[in-house]
């Protein structure tokens, strides 16, 4: 985007808020015009002079302020973009609500142009669900999320809550005018998607299972992000650490067989399929009907395991020209070459169109809320090299899936 805009940069009140000077320095050094709107809980945080000598504008705060020229909606109207940074947790639910009982809320009804919410608050907060569904609405009507990070906190605690860099707002910001990564809710309109999430238990008798450490989540992220842009999606869940999202269709699929039944009855109808599921690679060659006991075993137990049917291949091998089908691994790759060695030989094995490929260990990876991934393209070509919160990460997978599509 060139030439000069309009910023809005709205201002709640958060510790973070003495970040935003960044923000709007940023936008003024780069001969953009600032316009402040701060609520009065982010004046507590942050003075007016530094504000106004910073944007060099007034700063508005008031909605009974101006009223001869019709300030509520002036600014909301003259706007280009609209930058919220630090967005509460109490904002983003006003925002999701459409609720305009302060200037800053009027101001967004008010607009056309992008908004772009960097949002800060203590993980509790930001995992609440309260919270996430208000984001979601967010997300659904095309607003950009920026962040949050994660990391150290205003206390002692850390995870993520914290508020993006201002440099990274602002370039997510410049790119939502641009059109990059702004999306139309509705993009997947009429796209029928099959993901698999979680981890697969083989069953070993009774009350004991071979399992692994996925929880669900980026597949759950991809079922959400998808059925938010109008997909009508299909989730075959393997125990899932977290709910599935609202408008999808749910399977059970506790076991790899399971998973296969279910993901073979419904791949024909798919226009996508993603395998984000940890299906494990082995089951126990028999199944103890009753539970195993020490005095049978012994000292030493050997389990005999079978290798499973590998379903992703299976899949890849039987599809439809016009299928899309995408694959995931989780590697244990000593730094980034070696991950996207393995992902190439594992993508050309498997046969799919896509492999998105994450690093993981014993502290990495597993049961996040954040995921960094490279999306290898058919070929080995990297389409995508994406790290954040795992609906953002789904969010940007999609978007590389639509963009082949069409
Ligand atoms: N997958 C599958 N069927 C299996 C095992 C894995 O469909 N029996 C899928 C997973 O859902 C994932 C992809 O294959 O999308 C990669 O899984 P991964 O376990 O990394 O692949 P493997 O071929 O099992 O390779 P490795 O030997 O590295 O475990």
């Known amino acids: 985007m060139t030439g000069s805009l309009n910023v809005v940069v709205g201002i709640t009140g958060g510790i973070a808020a003495y970040k935003a000077v960044g923000v709007i320095r940023s936008f003024v050094l780069a001969g953009h015009r600032v316009q402040v709107v701060a609520t009065t809980g982010a004046l507590r945080f942050v003075g007016r002079p530094t504000l106004e000598a910073i944007s060099r504008n007034p700063v508005h705060t008031e909605l009974y302020e101006g009223v001869a020229e019709v300030r509520h909606v002036a600014i909301g109207q003259a706007a280009d973009l609209i930058v919220i940074a630090p967005a509460t947790a109490n904002t983003i639910a006003k925002l999701a609500a459409g609720l305009a009982d302060d200037l800053l809320g009027n101001t967004v009804l ?16 930001w995992q609440n669900p309260a919270t996430q569904a208000n984001i979601a609405t967010l997300r659904s009507r095309g607003v950009t999320v920026v962040g949050p990070a994660s990391g150290q906190l205003t206390g002692t605690d850390s995870g993520p809550g914290r508020m993006e860099e201002p440099d990274a707002i602002v370039d997510a910001a410049l790119a939502a005018v641009s059109g990059e990564t702004a999306r139309t809710p509705g993009d997947l309109d009429g796209c029928a ?30 079922a959400t992000a998808a059925a938010q842009r109008g997909a009508a999606v299909t989730l075959i869940a393997s125990h899932l650490d977290v709910p599935a999202p609202n408008g999808v269709t749910v399977i059970d699929a506790p076991s790899a067989a399971e998973l296969q039944a279910a993901v073979t009855d419904a791949a024909p109808r798919a226009d996508i399929v993603i395998m984000a599921a940890a299906v494990s690679d082995y089951r126990p060659a028999e199944v103890q009907e009753s539970k195993i006991k020490k005095e049978d075993a012994g000292d030493e137990l050997l389990l005999r395991l079978v290798k499973n049917p590998d379903i992703l291949a299976g899949l ?17 790759a000593h730094g980034d070459d070696e991950l996207i060695r393995i992902g190439r030989a594992k993508l050309a094995r498997k046969g799919c169109d896509f492999l998105v490929v994450n ?16 999306m290898l393209a058919r070929g080995g070509t990297i389409a ?3 790290s954040g919160d795992k609906l953002a990460v789904a969010e940007r997978i999609l978007d590389i899936l639509l963009a082949e599509r069409r």
Do not use: C, Y
Request: aromatic content about 4%.
């Open 359 to 374: 690093r993981v260990g014993w502290n990495e990876g597993f049961a996040r809320d954040t995921n960094s991934v490279v």
């Open 316 to 332: 890849a091998h039987n599809a439809r020209p016009d299928q899309t089908i995408v694959g995931f691994a989780a590697e244990t």
């Open 110 to 125: 008010a607009s056309t142009a992008p908004v772009v919410l960097a949002p800060a608050m203590h993980t509790e907060m």
């Open 193 to 222: 998607i099959v993901i698999t999430a979680g981890g697969t238990r083989e069953p070993l008798d009774p009350v004991r299972f071979l399992g692994n450490r996925s929880s669900g989540k980026q597949g759950v992220a991809l």
């Open 384 to 386: 995508l090299t994406e």
